[in-house]
């Protein structure tokens, strides 16, 4: 079967991070009516090659891979207390292929450097990733799933000093990372530096699932009304009791996961991603 285009996903040991986000982009185009598959490490030479984690090639290979290709970056440019260890790599891959970049305030710092090939990967609902299968018994009160520096830990603590069960993982994924969605009450996403972008690249698969989110916003913060509407946004300062209050009070959480499902449902991924291409 020919292809129209080929989702792959960069080898590396944490690349399993993207896979919904390629299933995401790989399911939608199929609704649109187009032959894709989602691979990892394999690029088709007679389609058209979406690459997420290609900033973690040496540039060199920049040459060689078909020009066509469209480079995806799911990686946070706009930073507020250091700098971004990517950038350099990112802006390069940027600057010789389409680029697809989730937040507008990335974008912004792309057009800031010269450029223009950018354009907004909104992330929506697909009914392929409403797939974890709510749990009788949920014995995690709080959980949280990724790196855990300084910022993190001191509201991971906080929370289990207040008595929650808080379950805290780097590095899991796929099954095994959803069986602990599916056990938890509360999924707690906060920023791992002082950001000013909300983490839509993670939390979509969530909304998907009809989680209780309490995300991280601030009034600087960059984030779609879209996610603003289906979390419980709170400022760094007040993570701790908005988590709490959630988990103690079974109606208020289960009013915020339907709530949040009903939102997110109605802007099918399909609609931002027939957006970005041509049929």
Known sequence: MKLDYNVCLVHFPHSMAWWELGEL???SLRDLGFKVEIQHRKMESDCRNILLGAFLLEPEFIKKIPQNSIFINTEQLYLDDQKSIWPSDIYEWAR?????????????????HGIKNVKKLGLGYQKELNRIVSMGTQDIDVLFYGSIGDRRKKIIDDLSSEGMNVKAVFGVYGKERDDLIARSKVILNFHHYNSHIFEVVRVFYLLSNAKAVVGEVSESTSIDKIFLDSIKPTPYSDLVIACKKLVNEDSERHFLENKGFETFSKFPQSNYTTQLIEK
């Open 25 to 27: 982009i790989c399911f």
């Open 96 to 112: 010789n292929f389409e680029t697809w970049d989730y937040s507008d305030k990335n974008i912004e710092k792309f057009f800031e």
